[in-house]
């Protein structure tokens, strides 16, 4: 009787524990399936540049990590995996600006500490503050582009005297503060400044080479009034036009080409 009963206990173990065994192994592929949408996904949205949907796909990846029931050792691998996009993804900034280090965005000691502690929360705060560095230096990439272009814009437009702020964030549909000060950030200069930088240096360029009136120069350079010009060209080189035109024909007759000062 005793051995009849301890075998059928035996049997209910076994039957208990490979019941626990396809519990598991259904519960891993479920979760492996789940893992691999949500890594592919990532690297796709990442690829695109579609940083705000990336975003929410690896908080979910990670609160499937955390959520699951599975040993710490499986969970690891994804991990594993997770780094392995941060590393892709970083190795592609890096190579799209000069001098960048791949160090500066995912240190040796943050990945050592990923990869050796159990603590998961630990590991997702870790995750998601080099992910906010990663799109924090994308960002900054594609601002430093962006600004370029704005830059080469108004080197090819100053002569209108149409251009301004607006009516450059117009252009690139794009916020007026923001071009604004993204602009004085990677320059530092405001656009308003740099347009009349480039409209008064052609201004002495005509005023030095060419016998043309102010009027006329003004009009040329992006000015609607020779008053206009005179006015910012006092401010900028301590001096009217006519008095820098009548400078530079002083230097030329005494065989002089500039100015010491200029």
């Not at 598991?24 to 592919?40: A, G, S, W």
């Not at 160090?103 to 705060?125: A, G, P, Q, V, Y």
């Not at 240096?201 to 206009?228: D, M």
């Amino acid at each position: 009787m005793d051995f009849s009963m301890r075998a059928q206990s035996d049997i209910q173990s076994m039957d208990a524990s490979m019941q626990d065994s396809e519990n598991m192994f259904i519960e891993f592929e479920v979760f492996t399936n789940d893992r691999i949408q949500k890594q592919f996904l990532i690297v796709k949205q990442l690829i695109e540049g579609d940083l705000e949907s990336a975003d929410q796909s690896i908080r979910e990846l990670l609160g499937l990590i955390q959520r699951s029931p599975l040993p710490n050792h499986i969970k690891k691998q994804v991990v594993y995996g997770f780094l392995d996009i941060l590393m892709f993804k970083i190795q592609h900034l890096s190579l799209s600006k000069e001098g960048t280090k791949k160090e500066d965005l995912l240190s040796f000691s943050e990945i050592n500490k990923m990869l050796t502690t159990n603590d998961f929360h630990e590991i997702e705060r870790m995750l998601l503050v080099v992910y906010r560095r990663i799109i924090d230096f994308e960002n900054h990439l594609k601002n430093s582009s962006k600004m370029k272009e704005v830059l080469n814009y108004i080197d090819t437009n100053y002569r209108d005297p149409e251009l301004t702020l607006n009516s450059i964030a117009q252009n690139f549909e794009l916020n007026h503060s923001y071009v604004s000060n993204t602009f004085k950030k990677e320059f530092g200069y405001n656009i308003l400044e740099l347009i009349q930088i480039r409209r008064i240096t052609e201004a002495k360029y005509l005023l030095e080479n060419t016998q043309q009136s102010v009027s006329e120069i003004a009009y040329k350079v992006g000015y609607y009034s020779y008053r206009t010009l005179s006015n910012i060209f006092k401010r900028l080189e301590k001096m009217t036009p006519t008095q820098f035109r009548e400078l530079k024909e002083n230097f030329k007759s005494n065989g002089l080409t500039k100015h010491p000062s200029k």
